[in-house]
Nanobody, 119 residues
Framework: VQLQASGGGLVQAGGSLRLACVTS????????MAWYRQGLGQERELVAS???????YYGSSLTGRFTISRDNGLNTLYPQMNSLKPEDTDVYYC??????????????WGQGTQVTVSS
């Protein structure tokens, strides 16, 4: 199983980035996929998730500036990040979760991609 996150980098405030999380080895279209962020010394924070039915949920950070999407044909998860601010600087992780039963849960994390927003 692999979740390969990419697309991070250095961007100026107000700019945009499109990350990608390419997966392999999972039944991607059955998984709830999500993006998290984590700062140094901080806990991972849910940014957004998208279900197999394409229903989305957004956390409190990057509200209105982060659009999560998925391409089941490419087994890939995306966010479009717009109007970036220096406080959006973090490592961004993708996660895939499938709950088959109360006792059988598949849960995988990608390796993270650094997003740095300069002022």
């Amino acid at each position: 199983v692999q979740l390969q996150a990419s697309g991070g980098g250095l961007v100026q405030a107000g700019g945009s980035l499109r990350l990608a999380c390419v997966t392999s080895g999972i039944e991607f279209d059955r998984y709830v996929m999500a993006w998290y962020r984590q700062g140094l010394g901080q806990e991972r924070e849910l940014v957004a998730s998208i279900g197999p039915d394409f229903k989305t949920y957004y956390g409190s950070s990057l509200t209105g500036r982060f659009t999560i999407s998925r391409d089941n044909g490419l087994n890939t998860l995306y966010p479009q990040m717009n109007s970036l601010k220096p406080e959006d600087t973090d490592v961004y992780y993708c996660r895939g979760t499938l709950v088959r039963s109360l006792t059988e849960v598949s849960d995988y994390w990608g390796q993270g991609t650094q997003v740095t927003v300069s002022s």
